[in-house]
């Protein structure tokens, strides 16, 4: 298994809005070969870190989302939020290979 999380922080005001753009998100990467879960999770202390978290069942298929013209479609819309500085938001990207359960 392959766990990737991609952390960033948003002012705390803009939270809540963009929890909601996660709870609508487009599921294409759902149907992407090898994907397992997705969640989000966000800091109890600082409610502006907000972490999505994705299970893949290699880092081969996580590979080949993120050069799916699937993966750059969903985030081309992201560079055109309306919102500047939601959209000038850079994620911290950490990678793990599961070795035990």
């Known amino acids: 298994m392959y766990v990737v999380h991609s952390t960033f922080k948003v002012p ?4 809540d809005e963009v929890i909601s753009i996660y709870q609508n998100r487009s599921r294409l990467v ?18 502006g870190e907000l972490t999505v978290h ?13 050069t799916s013209k699937e993966f750059k479609q969903i985030h ?8 500047q500085e939601l959209a000038a938001v850079v994620p911290t990207i950490q990678k ?6």
């Open 12 to 15: 705390d005001s803009k939270a």
């Open 30 to 47: 759902d149907q992407a070969k090898g994907f397992q879960k997705f969640l989000l999770f966000q800091n109890e202390k600082r409610q």
């Open 54 to 66: 994705m299970e893949w069942d290699s880092k081969e298929n996580y590979m080949n989302w993120v």
């Open 76 to 83: 081309e819309l992201e560079k055109k939020y309306p919102d």
């Open 96 to 101: 793990y290979r599961v070795v035990a359960r």
